[in-house]
């Protein structure tokens, strides 16, 4: 019923910059909060930044003043902007998003996207 496609993973040297995008799609009413979380290899699932509907937004400390999350709600969609990237930041990003799913029951459910690569390496 309900999609998250994420683009704009990659392979970059330490200091540069990535943008992420993650669209939903599918048999939507409304999205709240949509973030992006990531993992990277031995390490638990953490929390990168977090946007509501409203616009206010909340960071993990490690990534304070260098990313950026933002939202287009027209398209559904949420994008990370990762500057000064540091080797510490290569992981498996996720984006997440609690959505209202446009049914009868209006039931409101957790969707996770596929997860996109970022390895930051000289």
């Known amino acids: 019923q309900v999609q998250l496609v994420e683009s704009g993973g990659g392979l970059v040297q330490p200091g540069g910059s990535l943008r992420l995008s993650c669209a939903a799609s599918?048999?939507?009413?409304?999205?709240?909060?949509m973030g992006w979380y990531r993992q990277a290899p031995g390490k638990e699932r953490e929390l990168v930044a977090g946007?509501?509907?409203?616009?206010?937004?909340n960071y993990a400390d490690s990534v304070k003043g260098r990313f950026t999350i933002s939202r287009d709600n027209a398209k559904n969609t949420v994008y990370l902007r990762m500057n000064s990237l540091k080797p510490e930041d290569t992981a498996v990003y996720y984006c997440?998003?609690?959505?209202?799913?446009?049914?009868?029951?209006?039931?409101?459910?957790?969707?996770w996207g596929q997860g996109t690569q970022v390895t930051v390496s000289s």
């Open positions: 997440h998003a609690v959505i209202v799913v446009l049914t009868n029951a209006m039931n409101r459910y957790d969707y």
């Open positions: 599918g048999s939507i009413f409304s999205i709240n909060t």
């Open positions: 946007i509501i509907s409203g616009g206010r937004t």
